[in-house]
């Protein structure tokens, strides 16, 4: 999960709450031409072993692991460019999500209004998270961990908390 801090609102009205969550990646690039590189010598030192013995067809069989673990690799790359900001004042709770293939679709609610719902499994943890405003749910943080989901609607909750407060005047 990453938090950056500033999503920049047009308003200007304080940030309750801000955050850019984006799926996490366990490889970096130069991680995966490391990969490649010895799956790929391992797969071609097996299959050298079979062609040295006689099962030459074998040895083309070898090189399809590698290419399935780069096309792999290559869809995991491509969903990682998803992400998903959510920012809130206490006018304004806006939820802005950009697919992998770089499609916005954006929602604004009202904080007064809306509610987060968990969906929680006993062993697991939290599942699932949703906010709920006028009888519609929409899906939230769903590349986040059970751990890093309760973190996330613990913060959440506190900022929609402040939001229903109103906002804090300088005396």
Known sequence: MAIEPDLG???TEPKLFSARLKPHRALSHNGFLILIGLVGTA????????????AWPVFGFFGLDVLALAFAFKVSFARARASEEISMTCSELR????SA????AEWV????????????????????????SSGRRLAIANFLGA???ANFAKALMAALDAARRGPLYPA
Do not use: C, M
């Not at 009202?110 to 709920?132: C, F, M, Q, S, T």
């Open 9 to 11: 609102l047009d308003s």
């Open 43 to 54: 797969s071609f030192a097996a299959g050298l072993a079979f062609w040295l013995i006689g």
């Open 95 to 98: 939820v802005r999500r950009t």
């Open 101 to 104: 293939r770089g499609e916005v």
């Open 109 to 132: 609610l009202n904080p007064l209004w809306v509610r987060l719902e968990k969906i929680v499994h006993h062993d697991a943890g939290i599942e699932r998270l949703y906010l709920v």
């Open 147 to 149: 751990e890093e989901k």
